[in-house]
């Protein structure tokens, strides 16, 4: 799951590199954090929130 905006659309940069991976929601590129659907759940929703200030 990403750690920027909770999504689960991430894929590897470089398979032979496991610690690497970009999102495909949000662009963010680094580690990937494993966690729950609550914690995805939360995550999503800051971002969302985040995104809807930046617009105002």
Do not use: L
């Given at each position: 799951m990403c750690p920027r905006c909770g999504s689960t659309?991430?894929?590897?940069?470089?398979?032979?590199?496991?610690?690497?991976w970009v999102c495909k929601n949000c662009d963010y590129t680094g580690p990937i954090i494993i966690g729950d659907k609550e914690l995805s759940k939360e995550i999503k929703e800051d971002w969302e929130n985040n995104q809807k200030e930046k617009t105002n």
């Open positions: 659309d991430v894929d590897w940069i470089i398979p032979q590199n496991w610690s690497m």
